[in-house]
């Protein structure tokens, strides 16, 4: 491990696509990270299969870079609203906080979270200001915003005696380089680094003489060495084989540390010792939680837990019922599925798990839909066969009113789609709160809005703005209940017996509205294979074939031709459904299908 002489916790915070990931990428680069024949990937931070596929980042990464006889331990954040979980666990770890902020589309809603955030735990904050060579950037116009919601956030969190006099730098993430003025440009990122390494961002300071006291903030498993778990020293040292205890929600065990790592650039050194301030991956102990606390010497009192803000959408999880089950999936069991189900809360904080009556059905509970669709992808790549119900909000109660999350839903959208976003999210129960013009393009609007409005409805506003939309959203807390709300507008076109689907049936069905499935594929009585024109269901047969004769006239036979389907992913599927409707998913495909399959038993009728 390189030697160094200081040691700085720093963690890299943004909104969703304002260049975090590939300002990180330019750090590990020009820091030396990199030997000669290394091959240098990018967004490397990213490594996770979906969050490659998606473009985002998921989970909070650590890294460590050397410069200038410092040590900097990185931490990379994911930067959409609905992991916001994972930031609040990153800022336990850190004295120092990197705001990431796009220099032309400002300060959005989780710009806010992770400021307000960062203030309460008396963190240092400097200011980036990325992107500043695009072509709208607003440099001035954009630092005004962060000053202005710096004070703001002061004054609403009383936090008296919070300096202000914040640094602001500007950078370009994308060529790699930083400056201290808009005006200048540079060649590379040696501003930005000797910063992070200044004496403005402080080293921990932590009693190195006192009882071991380490937090845990996250959890791993390596298949030589067991069950991991990752932490930052609160105070006192830990040495390799020392006898330590390990304090959960009810009680402590003691354990033997068998192997001490800490953050070496992209991977990990295994040392004999550490000190208050590093962070460390522990081995040795079983069964421990985000938010236990590991102890040594006379004194075992447990540090204060993680605790972050409660979940506000549900899903209930079900062991698939459908005629197709077992046929593509390797596990299908009730006792499988609360195995990962559980797992996936032991690693997210911001996650919750709940049984119901039904033992075959669970209830997950999280931020939001992404984080949801983001844990149900992972089980279904792993090969889980199962069922999805439409998300719902928790509904909360006071004063004996029911009550609702809300949120504060950010838009920046091309001008000319505001009457048609204002009309939708109108019948979606959002109040709109501010109305802007940003350039001579583009328009940014906000509204008021109860979480249940926005399920559903990412696909009609990505359709509304012809995908040039950006749409961001800030919980804002519980608020009184905001009426009766319709899942979705049109009815589903279901199947009426099993069979294979045949192009003659589909063919035939395309005046009663839009489909989903393809000729061949396989269906069941109770399938959704379409979206009805109308507001109630409608029951067809999907898999009629046409009939030979030996009259022929020239002419009639048609080429049949049907429209290209929509893909069919989670995101899409759990935007869909109503409330009476699971969504079926395999490794293999993803079907839509009524909770009730028998027509005989289920009314057409939608309430």
Request: proline fraction near 4%; charge should be negative; aromatic fraction near 8%.
């Amino acid at each position: 491990m390189t030697p160094y002489k200081y040691l700085k916790n720093i963690a890299v915070v943004a909104h969703v696509d304002h260049g975090k990931t590939t300002l990180v990428d330019g750090l590990l680069q020009q820091s030396g990270t990199y030997g000669d024949r290394d091959e240098i990937t990018e967004r490397v931070m990213d490594s996770g299969e979906l969050e490659k596929e998606r473009g985002i980042t998921i989970k909070a990464k650590n890294c460590a870079i050397f410069w200038n006889d410092c040590k900097i331990n990185l931490l990379d954040t994911p930067g959409h609203a609905d992991f916001g979980g994972e930031v609040e666990r990153s800022l336990m770890m850190v004295d120092g906080v990197f705001l990431l902020v796009d220099a032309a589309e400002g300060c959005l809603p989780q710009t806010r979270f992770v400021l307000s955030k960062a203030m309460q735990r008396g963190i240092k904050i400097g200011v980036v200001i990325n992107k500043v060579d695009r072509p709208d950037a607003r440099i001035d116009e954009v630092k005004g915003e962060i000053e202005d919601l710096l004070l703001e956030l002061a004054t609403f969190l009383d936090i008296g005696d919070f300096d202000l006099d914040i640094p602001f730098l500007y950078a370009s993430g994308r060529d790699g380089w930083a400056s201290k003025t808009q005006d200048e440009k540079t060649d590379n990122l040696t501003v930005l680094m000797d910063f992070m390494a200044s004496d403005y961002f402080p080293v921990p300071k932590f009693d190195k003489e006192a009882d071991l006291k380490l937090l845990v903030t996250n959890l791993s498993y390596s298949s030589y060495m067991g069950s991991l778990v990752i932490g930052r020293i609160q105070q006192g040292s830990m040495k390799k084989h020392q006898q330590a205890t390990l304090i959960g929600k009810e009680k402590g065990k003691n354990f033997k540390v068998t192997s001490i790592q800490v953050y070496d650039k992209l991977g990990t050194a295994e040392v004999e010792q550490a000190d208050a301030g590093e962070i460390v991956i522990l081995a040795g102990v079983e069964g421990g939680q985000i938010g236990d606390s590991v102890t040594g010497g006379k004194e075992v009192e447990a540090l204060e837990r993680i605790e972050v803000e409660p979940p506000t959408v549900g899903v209930f999880v079900s062991v698939s019922t459908s005629p197709l089950s077992g046929q593509e999936g390797e596990y299908l069991t009730s006792r499988k599925l609360e195995e990962f189900l559980l797992d996936s809360c032991r690693h997210n904080v911001s996650l919750r798990f709940e049984a119901t009556d039904d033992p075959k059905v669970y209830k997950l509970m999280g931020r939001g839909e992404l984080q949801l669709a983001i844990v149900f992808e992972e089980l279904r790549r792993s090969g889980y066969e199962f069922m999805l119900s439409r998300p719902e909000v928790l509904f909360g109660e006071e004063d004996g009113q029911k009550t609702e999350p809300f949120e504060r839903l950010v838009l920046d959208i091309p001008s000319d789609a505001t009457g048609a976003i204002t009309e939708k999210l109108a019948k979606r129960k959002g109040l709109m709160d501010a109305m802007v013009p940003i350039g001579d393009t583009r328009t940014r609007m906000e509204f008021i809005i109860p979480s249940r409005g926005l399920i559903g409805y990412r696909s009609r506003f990505l359709t509304d703005t012809r995908g040039e939309g950006i749409m961001s959203s800030e919980y804002l807390g519980y608020k009184p209940y905001a009426g009766d709300l319709l899942a979705r507008a049109n009815g589903a076109i279901i199947a009426d017996r099993a069979g294979k689907l045949t192009p003659y049936a589909l063919f035939n069905l395309i005046s009663l509205g839009k489909q989903f499935v393809e000729p061949g594929e396989k269906c069941y009585e109770g399938m959704v294979i379409g979206e009805y024109t109308k507001t109630n269901d409608t029951n067809v047969n999907a898999v009629r074939e046409k009939h030979l004769s030996s009259m022929r006239t020239a002419g009639k036979d048609v080429n049949i031709v049907l429209p290209p389907i929509q893909p069919r992913n989670l995101d899409w599927a759990l935007d869909w459904i109503d409330v009476d409707e699971w969504v079926e998913v395999t490794p293999a495909s993803i079907r839509i299908r009524k909770k009730v399959l028998e027509s005989n038993k289920r009314s057409v009728v939608r309430k």
